[in-house]
């Protein structure tokens, strides 16, 4: 509907959380999504000297798929994921 809220912290009240979920929430995305950026720079990535090699060749790899499951996991202990008629919100 054109009156629907088309994103943030409106579209999270629209799916029926109270607003103290929804701003909290809200948050934890935010707070999410610039540690994944943060933490996935050059500048982190190469940050890996103190590492046995191993391991610092798989944290230089910052895995969208990884960052995908742990907001997907986010949004399920909210009980959002899906939209009003039960199809997943993938790709938005």
Same mark, same amino acid.
């Given at each position: 509907?054109?009156?629907?809220? @088309?994103?943030?912290?409106?579209?999270?009240? &629209?799916?029926?959380?109270?607003?103290?979920?929804?701003? &909290?929430?809200?948050?934890?995305?935010? &707070?999410?999504?610039? *540690?994944? @950026?943060?933490? @996935?720079?050059?500048?982190?990535? %190469?940050?890996?000297?103190?590492?046995?090699?191993?391991? &610092?060749?798989?944290?230089?790899?910052?895995?969208?798929?990884?960052?995908?499951?742990?907001?997907? @996991?986010?949004?399920?202990?909210?009980?959002?994921?899906?939209?009003?008629? %039960?199809?997943?919100?993938? *790709?938005?």
């Amino acid at each position: 509907m054109d009156t629907d809220p @088309a994103d943030g912290l409106p579209f999270l009240v &629209a799916t029926g959380l109270s607003e103290d979920d929804a701003v &909290a929430l809200w948050q934890s995305v935010i &707070a999410f999504v610039l *540690g994944y @950026a943060t933490f @996935a720079s050059e500048a982190i990535i %190469g940050d890996v000297d103190y590492l046995p090699v191993s391991l &610092a060749r798989r944290m230089r790899r910052w895995d969208r798929a990884t960052a995908r499951r742990a907001l997907q @996991a986010r949004l399920a202990a909210y009980d959002i994921g899906q939209d009003r008629n %039960g199809e997943d919100f993938h *790709g938005r």
